[in-house]
């Protein structure tokens, strides 16, 4: 960790400049320690304390020139009209910026792939993405060096899959690769701009003055390279740090902020703390609910009451100038499709959120052509399945950040639903580009929007006459960390400047759970409630609220998830028509009003000396895609050499035969280069189990590795495919020891499978990667190629 030490200041002469005489007797305070003394201070300044303008006023009595860090680009355009020409307002990452181009005397453009790039120069080929966001945890973290415990910590942050012990290694060569990019090529990405000037020194004890606003989100990396320009803690002169913040509005202490940053930070400046603990943009009763969160905040003399609202959610109306808060995005969706249905303009904050929702869209939705409204649910369990249910393994181990990183994963996924719902419900049908407009709509940055929504998050900082506080009863949230939500709710209810409204939802309303004013015992909400109130509609057919009776016709109902983590759990997908490895001809039987083929399985020559007798064909095997997951299937390893276990359907480790680790290897890397994703995803989880085995030889089962082979081998060997004309695919399909190419007539397009008519007989397959829907053998028909315009 970086460490400091201690500084004291002696005093100086005051300026000309008056204390402004409408100034409270704390902020008078301040001024006389800003003027008066050369002591660095921490000003402690509750939510609507005028704590901008004291410091901005701050800077006017400073001879010296300085900077005045502030947390965002917005912020700094509205400072710096108001602050003298000594003193300028900047990021701390433009600064940082500055710093480097001086450094290198060429422009610094941030190279967003950095992290990826140095986690592969270190060798971290296997869990590439995890290695880049532990290297840039670090870094936020100011961590040079790791220990145990920091490493079990940094293991913690990120979704870590290997030891901590292993992070102990691979971070400081990460450090070492990164600084080489940089000093050889020039490369940096966003943390880089701290980063850099920080452990290379540039620009240490180059500031006379440095003012901090919103101190309590500094990460350690910030902190350190804040006082590295002051020149702390062991300059010969070094300059002086006043900053400002509030412990009871650390709402970012999952991104690496913590409740405890300013008093280390006090401590290591060795600054002296003033209190601006009077609000004065909440009225009396607002401060009454915020002190339930918080003894520190009072209200101005002669404060008016303001107003206070409790409300059902269902009937609540919105006028102009209106915000809504919530703790999670999902309801400020649904309600803000709600308003626009209603021919209201409305604004949904966060260009991150349009960012991640955009990025969401493009996974589960066809980049071209339609897909049904009646496909949405199961499109967005494709999309969560596969991030969720590592995550919920992690909980089940006792990995608290893993809980948050769920929750907002099941946020994020319910409002991907409802989008792709609503721009689908009226047609039956959509497209992409319909739901990515429809996004553009809500979340367009309109100053004149009649009703802003916003998460807590978003709106720290900012004020507005009427707020309604959007389900109250999901705070604080079970996944969160206690500290941090408590600084939620305090942010929550401090935003309002007259009125203050708890909009709650339906079982909250009906039991009467109502939140209380400091001082008042705070009953728990309805566990019904506990993690998004009615949010199941956004899981059930039509969302309450959004269309009327008479606007919309009745939809199909579907099941209602399951609460904490568990709203995407869906049931079982409703189960498909199964096929055999296809043979030369089949046994016709209907089924549905179609015929399908109940086919057989044919021998096929192996061509290896060794190869043991065909054995019988094992159950089948889904493929690998983003809708069918492996099902375990015991597995003797009593025989294999301290190997992990191998529970998928075709497990490769474990059996009779032994093979060298080295030559396995190589095999596996062989398969795992093949263009079918089924031989390809197969050989990549077998390298993965391999890689964590021990021993010079292994025990395997050979038949399983030589029938892949096999499969790989006559694939490649096959003829040139004939021609297709619109509506058909090629299919390869193994006959009489050999892979042969046959025509497919589409039958139908579904948004997950693909029905194919070949040689007559109908086969389903799975649209992603074109293995049959319900899985097989290395031997049975796939899709060798699917075009775009199928896709």
Same mark, same amino acid.
């Given at each position: ?6 500084? @004291? ?62 947390? #965002? ?10 602050? /003298? ?15 480097? &181009? ?7 453009? %941030? ?122 803690? $062991? ?23 913590? *409740? ?9 400046? #060795? ?48 006028? !102009?100038?209106?915000?809504?808060? +919530?703790?999670? #995005? ?31 869209? !493009?996974?589960?939705?066809? =980049? ?8 949405? @649910? ?8 596969? *991030?969720?249910?590592?995550? *919920?393994? !992690?909980?089940?181990?006792?990995? &608290? ?12 996924? *319910? ?9 689908? !419900? ?10 990515? @407009?429809?996004?553009?709509?809500? +979340? ?33 949230? =079970? ?15 401090? $935003? ?31 566990? &019904? ?24 016709? /009745? ?34 039987? /209907? ?19 060794? &190869?043991?007798?065909? %054995? ?17 299937? %015991?597995?003797?390893? @009593?025989?294999? /050499? ?8 075709? =497990? ?22 093949? %263009? ?24 395997? $089962? ?12 006559? =694939? ?15 299919? +390869? ?57 199928? $896709?």
């Amino acid at each position: 960790m970086f460490q400091w030490g201690e500084e @004291t200041m002696t005093s100086w002469p005051a300026p000309a400049r008056d204390i402004p005489a409408f100034f409270t007797p704390q902020q008078q305070q301040f001024m006389t320690a800003v003027r008066t003394t050369r002591q660095h201070i921490f000003l402690r300044a509750t939510a609507g304390a005028g704590k901008t303008t004291t410091l901005v006023e701050a800077a006017w009595h400073l001879p010296q020139p300085g900077v005045f860090f502030a947390y #965002n680009k917005h912020a700094v355009a509205d400072l710096q009209p108001r602050l /003298p020409s000594r003193m300028r307002a900047r990021t701390l990452h433009a600064h940082g910026v500055m710093l480097l &181009r001086q450094a290198t005397g060429r422009d610094v453009i %941030p190279h967003e792939d950095k992290a990826r790039k140095v986690a592969l120069l270190a060798g971290e080929r296997r869990h590439t993405y995890v290695a880049a966001l532990a290297w840039s945890k670090a870094r936020e973290e100011g961590l040079r060096t790791l220990d145990v415990d920091t490493a079990a910590y940094l293991t913690s942050l990120v979704e870590w899959p290997g030891s901590p012990e292993a992070l102990i290694h691979l971070i400081p060569r990460m450090h070492e690769i990164g600084q080489r990019l940089w000093e050889q090529q020039d490369l940096a990405d966003f943390t880089d701009f701290l980063w850099l000037p920080a452990t290379n020194g540039y620009g240490a004890a180059s500031l006379q003055v440095a003012l901090v606003d919103e101190a309590q989100d500094l990460t350690p990396l910030r902190q350190a390279f804040i006082l590295q320009l002051l020149g702390l803690p $062991r300059g010969a002169t070094p300059g002086r740090l006043i900053f400002v913040g509030d412990p009871d509005q650390s709402v970012y202490q999952h991104a690496g902020a913590d *409740k405890e940053a300013l008093e280390r930070l006090k401590s290591r400046a #060795n600054a002296i703390e003033l209190p601006l603990s009077v609000s004065f943009r909440c009225p009396r009763d607002v401060v009454a609910y915020a002190q339930a969160y918080s003894t520190f905040i009072r209200p101005a003399p002669g404060a008016k009451p303001g107003t206070i609202e409790h409300l059902s959610a269902e009937e609540a109306t919105f006028e !102009r100038g209106d915000v809504v808060l +919530c703790r999670t #995005n999902a309801p400020l969706i649904r309600l803000a499709l709600q308003l626009m249905v209603q021919g209201r303009s409305v604004s949904v904050v966060g260009r991150d959120l349009e960012k991640r929702l955009g990025e969401g869209l !493009r996974d589960i939705l066809p =980049a071209t052509g339609t897909y049904l409204n009646d496909d949405v @649910t199961e499109l967005v369990r494709g999309y969560y399945h596969p *991030k969720a249910d590592p995550l *919920k393994e !992690r909980i089940r181990q006792g990995d &608290r950040p893993a809980k948050r990183i769920l929750t907002e994963l099941l946020d994020l996924s *319910k409002c991907l639903r409802f989008l792709a719902w609503i721009v689908s !419900r009226k047609e039956g049908n959509a497209t992409l580009q319909q739901a990515l @407009t429809l996004l553009t709509a809500l +979340c367009r940055e309109q100053a004149d929007a009649e009703v802003i929504l916003s998460t807590v998050h978003r709106a720290k900082g900012k004020e507005w006459p009427r707020v309604t506080l959007l389900y109250p009863e999901m705070m604080p949230m =079970a996944s969160g960390d206690p500290e941090e939500e408590t600084a939620v709710q305090f942010v929550a209810v401090t $935003r309002a400047q007259d009125t203050l409204r708890f909009a709650y939802g339906k079982e909250s309303w009906a039991t009467g759970w109502r939140v209380k004013p400091g001082g008042q015992v705070q009953p728990a909400p309805p566990s &019904r409630s506990r993690e998004n109130e009615d949010d199941t509609a956004l899981f059930t057919g039509s969302p309450p609220g959004v269309f009327s009776s008479q606007t919309a016709p /009745p939809v199909r109902q579907e099941p209602a998830p399951q609460q904490e983590g568990e709203a995407l759990d869906f049931q079982a997908l409703p189960s498909l028509p199964s096929v055999a490895p296809m043979a030369a001809k089949g046994t016709v039987l /209907p089924g549905q009003g179609r015929t399908r083929l109940k086919l057989q399985t044919l021998p096929v020559e192996t061509g290896s000396p060794h &190869r043991s007798p065909e %054995p019988a064909q094992p159950e089948r095997t889904p493929p690998p895609s983003r809708w069918t997951r492996m099902v375990p299937k %015991p597995v003797d390893t @009593t025989q294999a /050499p301290a190997l992990p276990e191998d529970d998928r359907l075709w =497990a490769l480790f474990g059996g009779p035969d032994r093979l060298d680790r080295q030559d396995l290897r190589e095999r596996l890397d062989a398969l795992q280069e093949e %263009p079918r994703p089924f031989l390809k995803h197969w050989a990549k989880t077998s390298l993965d189990l391999l890689y964590r085995s021990v021993g010079e030889t292994v025990s395997v $089962r050979r038949e399983v590795l030589d029938q892949f082979e096999q499969a790989a081998r006559l =694939a490649r060997l096959v003829m040139a495919p004939p021609a297709m004309t619109a509506g058909q695919l090629h299919v +390869c399909v193994f006959e009489g020891g050999l892979a042969r190419i046959r025509v497919g007539r589409v039958v139908r397009r579904h948004v997950r499978f693909l029905r194919l008519e070949v040689d007559g007989q109908e086969l389903v397959f799975e649209r992603h990667y074109g293995e049959l829907l319900e899985g097989g053998t290395p031997l049975t028909p796939f899709i060798v190629t699917t075009p775009p315009s199928v $896709r």
